[in-house]
């Protein structure tokens, strides 16, 4: 009701701003789908190490098979009206997953406009935050492929503007849960520190609790319409050896049948992506990594650096990786402008009484996902379509106070800078797999 009561109670220009930004971030994301190389959406791992066969096959309502679940562990019902709809109407699968990425970038978008705008920024302040995230090298590497982390973005985003928007509705936070968790169970954070700062303690825990048995009961919904696969039922272009397939099929693989050894088996799978010294000679090596983490985690969401080859892929295709702090003129303005934004961003949030409960929720998320991609898993520009929106909310905030014009400006540099940056980096990685697949 707050939502409604919101754009109800809005000027036109904030109608036409809304609209704007969430119809044109749609049709931008399709513009940039459409110029994507065959192969980002058809080869594991050709794309930064992106599962984009994987996602895609999640989100067909016709493979009838789930993978990855115990990471992933809605994503196919979520999305199975919706997709069996466009099937119905005769679309093909390939234009489906384009249309749902492009539909979560919309979210994204449209929900940062009103989430700045409840949190008194000005018109022209949110539509700048809203051009910022349509810069960024994470909205064109991310919201152009078929991948999970844009929709779990998505979902992420919706949590902030409940916060923003001071709903209280306890059936709005149990819907959260399946919306987060069930994208990307790492996402649930979000969820739980925004429940938390809206009710009391023992009603925040009813809550996530009640939330949580609505995910066990989509999730069997899910198991009745869907199953996870054996092997033998997976195309062998979507193999990989560092896919599971998912908790049911360890429960099965499990001869004993134990809970506990599934778990322990899905934890050993999983730590083939953390980042650790396995010996005191490996310690320079990963601290390296540590470093070069921990600049990516901030960097890589606004201007991507110009990529490299490489061939870890499982069916021997050279793929694309990301490389290191290697970009244009337009490249390092629009860093610098990023970071004197976010600096001055991260002042105001935090000194800013009347977003106290978001400022919580939005950096509380932001400090588990930077320790998170510093210890496990790929490249953080792999994950970044999950941050992405929360580190552009930091940076908004810059716009407040007295010299809140400079750093407008500043921000349109970014824009400006980062648009040609990311937009001929993103042309030169297309590039190169035409060039080495035709």
């Known amino acids: 009701m707050a939502i409604i009561s919101w754009i109800q109670n809005r000027k036109t220009i904030d109608l036409v701003c809304f609209l704007f930004v969430s119809i044109g971030s749609l049709v931008f994301s399709l513009a940039l789908s459409s110029q994507a190389h065959p192969l980002s959406i058809l080869e594991q791992n050709i794309w930064f190490g992106s599962a984009t066969p ?59 406009f009103a989430t700045l705008r ?132 360890l429960i099965k693989k499990n001869d004993s049948g134990s809970l506990f050894l599934t778990l322990q088996q899905l934890a050993k799978d999983e730590l083939q992506y953390s980042i650790y010294p396995e010996n005191t000679e490996d310690t320079p090596l990963v601290l390296k990594k540590y470093f070069q983490r921990f600049a990516l985690f901030f960097c890589s969401p606004a201007a991507a650096a110009k990529m490299k080859l490489g061939s870890e892929n499982m069916n021997g295709y050279m793929g694309i990786e990301y490389g290191f702090f290697a970009y244009s003129v337009f490249g390092w303005v629009a860093l610098i402008c990023w970071f004197v934004l976010l600096s001055q961003g991260l002042i105001q949030i935090v000194s800013s009484q009347s977003s106290e409960k978001l400022a919580k929720v939005l950096l509380g998320f932001l400090v588990f996902q930077f320790f998170l991609h510093l210890f496990y898993g790929d490249n953080p520009f792999l994950y970044s379509a999950h941050y992405a929106a929360s580190l552009v909310i930091v940076a908004s905030y810059s716009f407040q106070g007295k010299k809140s014009h400079i750093f407008q400006g500043v921000a349109i540099v970014y824009c400006v800078s980062a648009f040609i940056s990311n937009s001929g980096t993103y042309r030169e990685a297309i590039q190169m797999l035409y060039n080495l697949h035709g």
Not at 132 to 146: D, K
Not at 171 to 178: E, G, S, V
């Open 118 to 249: 409840l949190n008194k920024l000005s018109t022209f302040s949110s539509f700048l935050g809203c051009c910022m995230f349509l810069c960024s090298g994470a909205y064109f590497f991310w919201w152009s492929v078929i991948e999970s982390f844009p929709i779990g973005g998505a979902a992420i985003s919706i949590v902030f503007l409940l916060i923003s928007a001071k709903v209280n509705s306890a059936i709005a936070w149990i819907l959260a849960t399946p919306f987060t968790l069930g994208i990307t169970v790492t996402n649930w954070l979000a969820c739980i520190l925004g429940v938390f700062q809206t009710f009391s303690k023992r009603k925040a825990i009813k809550v996530l609790f009640s939330g949580l048995i609505l995910t066990g009961v989509l999730y069997g919904i899910q198991k009745i319409h869907f199953h996870n696969p054996n092997p033998n039922e997976i195309p062998s272009d979507t193999v990989n050896s560092r896919d599971s397939l998912g908790f049911d099929s």
């Open 54 to 112: 994987r996602v895609l096959q999640n989100l067909d309502p016709s493979v009838l098979m789930c993978q990855r679940v115990h990471l992933h562990p809605l994503i196919s019902i979520i999305h199975l009206p919706l997709a069996s709809l466009l099937t119905f109407l005769g679309f093909e699968m390939v234009s489906i997953g384009r249309f749902i990425i492009a539909l979560s970038g919309s979210i994204v978008s449209a929900t940062l």
